[in-house]
């Protein structure tokens, strides 16, 4: 299953759109989109592919110059460590943050909320349910089971900000 592959209500395999396709698409600022929390961290995404990549490229770099120059070569290479994981960690947590979900769920329940199609980003708010409770998209035929928003939630959630 891809990263941000969801099943729909009926079963069916559905991508979600990533965060950057939904604020370009709708033209919705963000902050209506989905609050930050439910977005991908700059910082974890930055740790998780730094770290990542620095092992990948010391092993690669340290046998293919190892190979070739001689195996001392390690004592070398590791100092370099540092420049390796903020460059190659920085670039993919700012792409992560910017263009990416926490994880398919949470992309899937903030375009939900935000009375989006989680997989083409259609406007379903107003699309009324079948008799099953799914809502389906016009756009996609996706089926995704919306839920009314509770009376006194939108002024609850501005209180707690």
């Known amino acids: 299953m891809n990263r941000y592959e969801v099943k729909d209500e ?4 559905r991508l979600v759109c990533s965060f950057g396709a939904a604020v370009a ?9 989905a609050r930050p929390e439910r977005r991908a961290s700059f910082w974890r995404s930055t740790l998780d ?5 620095t092992i990948i490229m010391t ?7 190892g190979a070739m120059h001689g195996w001392k070569v390690w004592g070398r290479l590791i ?21 990416g979900w926490r994880s398919a ?12 199609c989680p997989h083409c980003v259609h406007g379903i708010a107003g699309v009324p349910p079948r008799s099953d409770g799914c809502t389906i998209c016009p756009e996609c035929a996706a089926a995704w089971r919306v839920e009314p928003p509770e009376p006194g939630a939108e002024q ?5 900000r």
């Open 79 to 99: 100092p370099w460590t540092p420049v390796m994981f903020i460059g190659y960690g920085v670039p993919i947590g700012y792409i992560a943050a910017r263009y």
């Open 49 to 53: 592919a730094g770290v990542l990549f």
């Open 25 to 33: 698409e709708t033209g919705l600022p963000p902050e209506q989109i």
């Open 59 to 65: 092993l690669i770099l340290g046998t293919v110059i």
């Open 10 to 13: 009926r079963g069916r395999a």
């Open 156 to 160: 609850d959630q501005r209180e707690a």
């Open 105 to 116: 769920e949470e992309g899937r329940d903030a375009l939900l909320e935000a009375g989006l």
